[in-house]
Every structure is written in structure tokens, then in C-alpha cells.
T-cell receptor, first 113, second 113 residues
């Protein structure tokens, strides 16, 4: 079945450093991947997405890398700030699954001053 | 990004009562909306897909008679938790997408006493 998992449940990063959050997925039919940020008590917030025909996409301070060979996704956050503290989820969608988005287990990012 | 709202943001009810949660797309029309449930320190779990003008599609293991979904218009979906019990206490989140990007509501915290 479909599953999306994360390598690390928690990540602590020094303020100003870059953060890298990793994610593994198992469904080779997935064609669209999304990263969400969720702050405590709030709904997930869209960060960035990438389609399976791409291997890299950049946004403002964030970059997503997709390696389809090993079914691996990563989110890079440049110059991490205190406001980046949150739980980050990768999610996948397959065209055949009626556009349902399935979430991974999440990584909590904490920022050290 | 697109705006999805939920009402109420939190609700406390007695065991055995029913609770209705509303999900609205504020600046776009959505023929499909999604309902997720999230327990503390866990990921989001897709419960069902709400389809405007037709029956909802429930994920495996989700009781359709307990979680009633009505998608009455292109901007409103409702989730009714019937005969709620303490184990139904959770964070309920809806989402919808104007195009490819899926946006989430702020969530509804349900506490059943």
C-alpha cells in the first residue's frame, strides 16, 4: 500500500544554519509531492511542491529535492530562523488515488539560539 | 494562497451527543474536499473525500455512519461526528484545492467528555 515515512522524528538546528529534512516514500506510482509545515494547534501550511518529472525545485529559502531512483525526498531550509520551528510533513499524491494526499509521519524541527 | 476556513475552531461535548464541523472554501469553489483526523503527536490521517452532489468516499476503517459527510455546495462541506465518545476526541482538519495545490483549514479541536 501507499506509505510515506520520514527518517528522523526530531531535528535540532542552530539558528542561521541550514536545515535538511528527509523523507522516504514507497509508492513508485506517486507523481506529486508536497511539503507542509504545521505549527502547534494549526492546520498544515503549504511550503513547496514538486512533480515527479522534476528533481529539484526552489522557493524562498526552501529547496525540495526528489530522487526517484531511491524514492527519497528532502526539504532544505536555508538560514533557519526561530519562526521555522514546527513539524514538517512530506506528502504524496498519485493520479490513480483520486488525488488523495497521504501524509508521512512528520519531523519536528527545533531551533537553538 | 487559497483560504479554507473551519467552524468551530474547538468544541467540547458530552459523550453520546453529535457534533457538526463546517469546512468552507472562501475564495474558490471546490467540488472535492478532504477530511483528516490528527491525534496528538501523530500525522494526519485521511478519513474521507467529500464530493459535491454525491456520496462521500470513506477510507478503509472509517465508519461512514459515525462520520457523516455532506457536501451541500461548491464551498461547503460538513462533517458530523454522531454519538461522539471520548475516543473520538481529536483534531479534525479539512482541505480543498482550487487547482493542484491543496490547502488546509485551521482545524477543529474536538473534546468529548
Amino acid at each position: 500500500g501507499e506509505s510515506v515515512g520520514l527518517h528522523l522524528p526530531t531535528l535540532s538546528v542552530q539558528e542561521g544554519d541550514n536545515s535538511i529534512i528527509n523523507c522516504a516514500y514507497s509508492n513508485s506510482a506517486s507523481d506529486y509531492f508536497i511539503w507542509y509545515k504545521q505549527e502547534s494547534g494549526k492546520g498544515p501550511q503549504f511550503i513547496i511542491d514538486i512533480r515527479s518529472n522534476m528533481d529539484k525545485r526552489q522557493g524562498q529559502r526552501v529547496t525540495v529535492l526528489l530522487n526517484k531512483t531511491v524514492k527519497h525526498l528532502s526539504l532544505q531550509i536555508a538560514a533557519t530562523q526561530p519562526g521555522d520551528s514546527a513539524v514538517y510533513f512530506c506528502a504524496e499524491r498519485t493520479y490513480s488515488s483520486a488525488s488523495k494526499i497521504i501524509f508521512g509521519s512528520g519531523t519536528r524541527l527545533s531551533i537553538r539560539p | 494562497g487559497a483560504v479554507v476556513s473551519q467552524h468551530p475552531s474547538w468544541v467540547i461535548c458530552k459523550s453520546g451527543t453529535s457534533v457538526k464541523i463546517e469546512c468552507r472554501s472562501l475564495d474558490f469553489q471546490a467540488t472535492t474536499m478532504f477530511w483528516y483526523r490528527q491525534f496528538p503527536k501523530q500525522s494526519l490521517m485521511l478519513m474521507a473525500t467529500s464530493n459535491e452532489g454525491s456520496k462521500a468516499t470513506y477510507e478503509q476503517g472509517v465508519e461512514k455512519d459515525k462520520f457523516l459527510i455532506n457536501h451541500a455546495s461548491l464551498t461547503l462541506s460538513t462533517l458530523t461526528v454522531t454519538s461522539a465518545h471520548p475516543e473520538d476526541s481529536s483534531f479534525y482538519i479539512c482541505s480543498a484545492r482550487p487547482r493542484d495545490t491543496q490547502y488546509f483549514g485551521p482545524g477543529t479541536r474536538l473534546t468529548v467528555l
